[in-house]
């Protein structure tokens, strides 16, 4: 049996999965390309093979890292809408959020895997997963009584995805929050909230 660096097989296997999923980030960030698995094993300290033993493909390892970074886009989202002073400065805060995630490299996984793979970027799996990252704002445009929220919604993703061009483009980040104000701002006074950005 092959020496294990933890307690058990399953916290060994938890523990290179875990540094394999963050060299892989770690590579993504820098390059902008997906990450090879034997790049992956070596920024990780592993035998090329050991990658393929977690990820049997550059895929599968895209893939687990959209997973890997779901959660993490998704508790921040909320705690960001969480903090936000009233309903209306909820819409706001949401955007915010997405926009500075995607500043900070987080959507560059999804980016990765559409370019590898451009039909992932509708399994039914991302589909979920927008949708779920969604529910908190439209939820916030159900409390305001806006007509068709979900539509809404639609829109200040728009918006947001606008934003994040911004920031494709070269603009930083603080242009690109500025512009976004520029356009939500109203809409979220309009419904009763600060339309700053804390």
């Known amino acids: ?10 916290e060994h296997r938890a523990a290179r999965e875990r540094a394999l999923l963050d060299a892989a980030h770690a ?5 902008g390309e997906p990450p090879r698995l034997a790049d992956v094993a070596a920024r990780a300290g592993l035998a090329r093979t ?3 033993q977690y990820f049997g493909s550059q895929f599968d390892l895209l893939k687990a890292m959209v997973q890997d970074v779901y959660p993490q886009w998704t508790k921040r989202i909320r705690g960001a809408m ?3 002073p009233t309903d209306a400065d909820r819409i706001l805060a949401y955007a915010v959020a997405n926009v500075e995630l995607v500043d900070e490299g987080a959507h560059a996984v999804g980016s990765a895997l559409a370019a590898l ?19 908190p704002l439209i939820a916030a445009l159900t409390a305001l009584d806006v007509d068709a929220p979900a539509d809404v919604a639609g829109l200040v993703n ?11 483009a070269g603009q930083g ?14 809409l979220v006074r309009e419904l009763g909230g600060t339309g700053r950005i804390e």
């Open 1 to 10: 049996m092959p020496k294990i660096s933890a307690a058990t097989v399953a």
């Open 27 to 31: 590579i993504l960030l820098e390059t």
């Open 50 to 52: 050991s990658a393929y």
């Open 82 to 84: 969480a903090a936000a």
């Open 117 to 135: 793979d451009p039909d992932a970027a509708l399994d039914e799996e991302a589909v979920r997963m927008h949708r779920e990252v969604q529910e």
């Open 158 to 168: 728009a918006v947001v995805h606008g934003a994040t061009l911004l920031l494709e």
């Open 173 to 186: 980040l603080d242009a690109a929050l500025a512009r976004l104000n520029t356009v939500l701002g109203p």
